[in-house]
Nanobody, 129 residues
Framework: QLQLVESGGGLVQPGGSLKLSCATS????????IGWFRQAPGKEREGVSC???????TYYADSVKGRFTTSKDTSNTVYLQMNSLKPEDTAVYYC???????????????????????WGQGTQVTVSS
């Protein structure tokens, strides 16, 4: 059973940076796809990024491409580095994962939130002056 715990959210000014962490436990990530999603008040949950557990492939939503970067380290912690933040990036951010044994995901899309089986509790990111 994979468990995910996000941290690193907070208040940041427009143009600033923030790095979110997703600590995982219960399994190696080698055969999972790990996504970051966000949900702003009154809006649907939106996929932000996708990372193969092997680390070999990433995919980003157009709205964050070139500004956000997802990665993982050897301790099975997944990160979302967010640069050039905008007020419209304000949301609760979630990391999520699902089994991808053939490591075929994160090529043409992030996938739908319903595809993801494991979820963290979320961390609030607020971009405001």
């Amino acid at each position: 059973q994979l468990q995910l715990v996000e941290s690193g959210g907070g208040l940041v000014q427009p143009g600033g940076s923030l790095k979110l962490s997703c600590a995982t436990s219960g399994s190696t990530l080698d055969y999972y796809a790990i996504g970051w999603f966000r949900q702003a008040p009154g809006k649907e949950r939106e996929g932000v990024s996708c990372l193969r557990g092997s680390g070999a492939r990433t995919y980003y939503a157009d709205s964050v491409k070139g500004r956000f970067t997802t990665s993982k380290d050897t301790s099975n912690t997944v990160y979302l580095q967010m640069n050039s933040l905008k007020p419209e990036d304000t949301a609760v951010y979630y990391c999520a994962a699902f089994a991808d044994p053939f490591q075929a995901m994160c090529v043409t899309s992030i996938g739908e939130s319903r595809d993801y089986e494991y979820w963290g509790q979320g961390t609030q990111v607020t971009v405001s002056s």
